[in-house]
């Protein structure tokens, strides 16, 4: 089964750091842009950070700075540090990445989202 798997989130201070992890696992081929998107309460869900798999990056305006994005290519992995977090950083975070993987003999890419990590910043 293609799945993504978050880990990581929680609850921390203002100013305080957290790292989120997300791996890819099952038949995966290949694995192209990966990113992470955030959904606060009430809220669109909106992109926090993208990279590709050569390693350019794309970040929101709100986290540029204080969010780095990485990803190791061998492992199928992308992570995301965030420092200085804020208030206003609170929401349910999710990793998204496009998957070319094997059903049988054939092979797919598909659009695919983890279930969502809480992080909630809170004095």
């Known amino acids: 089964q293609v799945q993504l798997v978050e880990s990581g989130g929680g609850l921390v201070q203002p100013g305080g750091s957290l790292r989120l992890s997300c791996a890819a696992s099952?038949?995966?081929?290949?694995?192209?842009?990966m990113g992470w998107y955030r959904q606060a309460p009430g809220g669109q869900r909106e992109l926090v950070a993208v990279?590709?798999?050569?390693?350019?990056?794309n970040y929101a305006d709100s986290v540029k700075g204080r969010f780095t994005i990485s990803r190791d290519n061998a492992k199928n992995t992308v992570s995301l540090q965030m420092n200085s977090l804020k208030l206003e950083d609170t929401a349910v975070y999710y990793c998204?990445?496009?998957?070319?993987?094997?059903?049988?003999?054939?092979?797919?890419?598909?659009?695919?989202w983890g279930q969502g990590t809480q992080v909630t910043v809170s004095s």
């Open positions: 990279i590709t798999s050569g390693g350019s990056t």
């Open positions: 998204n990445a496009d998957l070319t993987y094997y059903r049988g003999p054939f092979r797919y890419t598909d659009d695919y």
């Open positions: 099952g038949s995966i081929f290949s694995v192209g842009p």
